[in-house]
């Protein structure tokens, strides 16, 4: 009996083995690096004191191996202004430069830069009011070309972002993208799912190895019983 348990217990660890070995083998890295730069054009549409700044997130990386992932941009920064000041936007322009490098250890197929754009409107009164809120343009179509079989769409959450006084959070508002991936063949994954990868014929074989020996390993034991019997 307890050499049942231990040929069992062997048994399960050689499929776990495998199974983990073929996992990890089929696993693919799909990592984006990407630049960002923006700016605010305080010198229309603001009365006051200019208290907003965009501070960019530069050389970051998205992993798009589980699929569609966010990617932060930078954050709207308020400053603090003393009780009674205050300062309006009236259509401020602000604009957003995303700018992707590498996929992986390769350059970006296509690495076109997307142009962000927008506009600020509200008000910053005193340390701890705010109704700025950051309107961004239809982002422009143009899918990244990744590589020469993937490309990933670029889009933006929908609706205007508050931007948070300094008495919260430091006054930072983060922005953020969603990077989408797609097979250049399949442009629209959600509706019309492509294959699955096809395993590498070295995961294959590992697998196949597994199994064989596990068949062995059960012809081993019947014909030891058969020969008890």
Known sequence: MRKSKGWLGLRTAVIALGLVAWTATGAQAARLNYNVSGQIDPAHGVSGTNVVS????????ADLSSGATNAGLGNFVLAPQADGKSTTYKDTPFKITFLPSTYDTSSVANNAPIVLT????????????????????????????????????????????????????????????????????????????????????????????????????????????????
């Open 54 to 61: 965009f501070v960019p997130i530069t050389a970051n990386t």
């Open 118 to 229: 927008g506009l600020l409107n509200g008000m910053s009164k005193g340390p701890s009011s705010s109704t700025i809120q950051a309107t961004f343009d239809k982002v422009p179509g143009t899918l990244i070309a990744l590589d020469k079989n993937t490309s990933a769409s670029f889009t933006l959450p929908t609706g205007p972002l508050l931007l948070v006084p300094s008495t919260t959070n430091s006054g930072i508002s983060s922005v953020q993208g969603l990077i989408n991936p797609s097979s250049a063949l399949n442009p629209n994954p959600t509706t019309n799912p492509s294959e699955a990868p096809v395993p590498e014929p070295s995961t294959i074989a590992l697998f196949l190895t597994t199994v064989g020996g596990l068949g062995f390993r059960r012809y081993v034991l019947a014909r030891r019983a058969q020969s008890r019997a």
